[in-house]
């Protein structure tokens, strides 16, 4: 019952939405946040990093739109933990406050791209 009610309350949550941003992941994964919306960065990341691996969908206006890069795969090597990818994209938050507004999802996979080509 618990992982139902976890799986609920994540489908509801801003990350479900497609205004879930870079400024809206950045308060998600600051130290001050609730430890659900620190569940909600970590999820947010891993899933973002997990879908690295499907096909890219260069056929949408909006990618095109927001220049979203041709499809770029992440390689992290043996030992790079979570923790690291996430304070990659924490970084990289904090350091392009203009583009904030873009999709989470778009900026995870910049930010990730650039810290671990392949």
Request: charged letters at 20%; a neutral charge; proline letters at 7%.
């Amino acid at each position: 019952m618990k992982k139902l009610a976890l799986i609920l309350a994540i489908v509801g949550s801003p990350a479900a939405a497609d205004g879930y941003t870079g400024n809206v992941l950045l308060e998600n994964c600051a130290p001050e946040s609730s430890s659900f919306e620190t569940g909600v960065c970590g999820g947010y990341i891993t899933g973002v990093t997990a879908g690295m691996h499907l096909p890219p969908r260069t056929d949408r206006a909006s990618d095109r739109r927001l220049n979203f890069p041709t499809f770029t795969y992440v390689c992290t090597g043996n030992g790079v933990t979570f923790g690291q990818m996430r304070d990659v994209v924490i970084k990289g938050l904090r350091e392009n406050p203009e583009t904030r507004n873009e999709p989470a999802s778009v900026l995870v996979h910049r930010y990730l791209a650039e810290a671990f080509p392949c």
